[in-house]
């Protein structure tokens, strides 16, 4: 950069931008350091002046025709919801009190009493069961887990609902005790148990939402209910608390698209209320799940992007995404399109692309090895090439699946033409 920049308005910071660099050329220390820089007012062209990171560590950035997949850092936050976060990160704030404000005007908007900002679902049933530890047996934070071996500790779980996400029960030193028939849970109940976890998308077990919490209720156990990725409907963010759960849990990054280490706790105020005792910066179970206030604020921000929208126009749009690709690949031979929605977790439709790998040339997950080759990389559904049903998808051993609502603007044309030119390397 020799000469200024020619836009003929010189602002400041172009012009300590362009001076640095000329003094850099010349071999000459910077008259203003770039601490001073550090320090100034932020110019309002920050933004758009923001250095690539992904670029600069040579992450390819993907498209995501998947879903709001962990592994694929689920969610993009919409536009409003990332200026929330840039505009937090700008000042600093008591954590407590925005964790209070945050909470109450979460619970507000959902419709429950109390609410909790978690790092996210996972985290929340962390801390609903150190809520119910807390509460069942007197205890503070402070005894948790190491004391509750000696207390009572119990937790009641549908054998179809055991999942790896037990751990974040197990952190708490509380156990599990695997129910499978009604009768088994109601004879499950006894002085030590604390809480009961019901795995809402499981798709299994005998005993249904109603009468699981008929009979934990009788016996004045607080019921909790998994519910990380079963947004939309969006109504679900109010269904399980109206229904009588004690405590939901919903993860912060999926389809809600906040942040991606945010998740919600919602419920019973006297339980979420020992749910915050037990959160960062508190030196409990959750000191280490702390959400930043960047993230704080970007929870709260999505519930309030998310509450504007509406399930007819979302799926609308999700389906429209998937026509897209469906006009592009429709005349490769042998080709059928579908849309599939699974019932509970990611109730959103799914571009399910079936054809003849004999005739085509590739199998499903050979093309999904392409496409993730590309740059930017390319990743479907899991369930593409799969077998066995499975995550409330049926089974797809000849098809792509193409998850369409994480596709940001002009992804699905790219997403068509590609898996369209993946398709057609088969028949050489
Ligand atoms: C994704 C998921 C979680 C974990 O959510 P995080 O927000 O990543 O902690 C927990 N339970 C279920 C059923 C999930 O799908």
Redesign the pocket.
């Known amino acids: 950069m020799s000469t200024p920049p020619d836009s003929g308005i010189l602002t400041r910071r172009s012009f300590l931008q362009w001076s640095q660099s000329m003094l850099a050329m010349l071999g000459v220390a910077p008259l203003v350091s770039s601490s001073a820089e550090a320090f100034a007012a932020p110019a309002s062209s920050d933004a758009s002046a923001a250095t690539d990171y992904y670029a600069k560590l040579g992450v390819k950035k993907m498209i995501n025709a998947a879903g709001t997949y962990?592994m694929f850092t689920?969610a993009v936050m919409p536009p409003q919801v990332q200026r929330a976060v840039a505009e937090a990160a700008k000042h600093p704030v008591h954590l407590k009190e925005l964790q209070t404000r945050a909470g109450e005007y979460v619970a507000q908007k959902l419709r429950c009493e109390g609410a909790v900002v978690t790092?996210?679902?996972?985290?929340?049933?962390t801390l609903a069961t150190a809520a119910c530890i807390a509460s069942a047996n007197n205890a503070t934070a402070e005894d948790i887990p190491q004391k509750v071996g000696s207390m009572k500790n119990e937790v009641v779980v549908q054998k179809a609902h055991r999942?790896g996400?037990d751990h974040a029960i197990f952190l708490c030193g509380a156990k599990i005790v695997e129910v499978e028939t009604l009768e088994d849970y109601k004879r499950a109940f006894n002085e030590k148990t604390i809480m009961t976890n019901f795995?809402?998308?499981a798709g299994a077990g005998e005993i249904g939402h109603e009468q699981w919490l008929q009979v934990a209720h009788e016996h004045n156990v607080p019921c909790h209910i998994?519910a990380?990725?079963d947004m939309p409907p969006i109504s679900n963010l109010w269904k399980y608390t109206g229904m009588g759960f004690d405590l939901v849990?919903f993860?912060?990054?999926?389809g809600i698209r906040g942040p991606?280490n945010a998740?919600l706790l919602l419920g019973k105020k006297h339980l979420t209320d020992l749910a915050h005792a037990s959160n960062n910066p508190n030196e409990g179970v959750g000191r280490g799940m702390k959400v930043a206030k960047e993230q704080i604020v970007g929870m709260v921000a999505a519930i309030d992007w998310l509450i504007e929208q509406s399930d007819e126009t979302m799926a609308k749009e999700f389906t429209r995404r998937a026509d897209v690709i469906s006009q592009i690949v429709k005349d490769i031979p042998t080709m059928k399109t579908s849309i599939f929605t699974p019932e509970v977790?990611n109730h959103v439709p799914h571009l399910i692309l079936t054809y003849d790998p004999a005739v085509v040339g590739l199998t499903p997950n050979e093309v999904q090895q392409r496409l993730r080759s590309l740059d930017p990389t390319i990743e479907l559904n899991p369930s593409t090439g799969s077998p066995h049903a499975g995550n409330g998808m049926p089974a797809c051993p000849n098809s792509l699946v193409v998850g369409t609502w994480m596709l940001l603007p002009g992804e699905p044309e790219i997403v068509g033409r590609q898996i369209r030119a993946v398709l057609k390397q088969g028949e050489a």
């Open positions: 962990t689920a790092c996210g679902a996972s985290s929340a049933l999942y996400y795995f809402n998308s998994d990380a990725a849990c993860s912060g990054g999926k991606q998740g977790a």
